[in-house]
């Protein structure tokens, strides 16, 4: 990277990253070792990896369980070295009969080193809701506890 600022090196990796994000397909999934540091620290409600080599895994592994996979940030925020992105996530997973289409909405939180490489990335997202509840059987299990715990706005 040329000579910059570090406020400036931090929003030229995060476009960066997120071009590499919202142009993801299965043939641009190698990108993340050249935007990664080797021992990035990655962690989803999934997964949790210090390897940008794993990383590269499971970013693949979503092309193999899903179709119509999406990226699209929504929102950037910029707390000193810390970037806050606000995205969204469709695809179709394969296993499942459903033809519908999943719509997660989540955040994740990045870290960068001073040559520009992302060296954290951790993502915060309802698993419950973007995932677990849209399965059979424990689905509508889920559900039917997140309706019980609810809060229910008091009657007129």
């Known amino acids: ?3 910059t600022t570090a406020a400036e090196r931090v929003e030229e990796s995060t476009r960066n990253y997120i071009h590499y994000w919202e142009t993801l397909a299965p043939e641009t999934v190698d990108e993340i070792l050249r935007l990664a540091a080797p021992d ?3 962690r989803d409600p999934f997964n949790e990896v210090r390897d940008r080599e794993l ?3 499971i970013i693949a ?3 193999h369980v899903a ?6 940030i929504v929102q950037r925020a910029f ?3 810390v970037v806050f992105l606000k995205w969204e996530m ?3 997973p394969k296993r499942l009969k459903s033809a519908k289409l999943w719509r997660v909405v989540g955040m994740s939180e990045l870290r ?3 040559q520009g490489r992302l060296v954290e990335h951790l993502d915060y997202w309802d698993a419950a809701a973007g995932f677990y509840e849209r399965l059979p059987v424990i689905g509508s299990l889920l559900r039917l506890i997140r309706r019980k715990l609810e809060v229910k706005p008091p009657s007129r």
């Open 90 to 92: 469709e695809l179709r």
């Open 61 to 63: 592994e979503t092309f």
């Open 55 to 57: 990383m590269r895994r």
């Open 67 to 72: 179709d119509e996979v999406k990226f699209r």
């Open 112 to 114: 960068f080193d001073e």
């Open 79 to 81: 707390a000193e070295s």
């Open 40 to 42: 990035v620290h990655f």
């Open 1 to 3: 990277m040329k000579d």
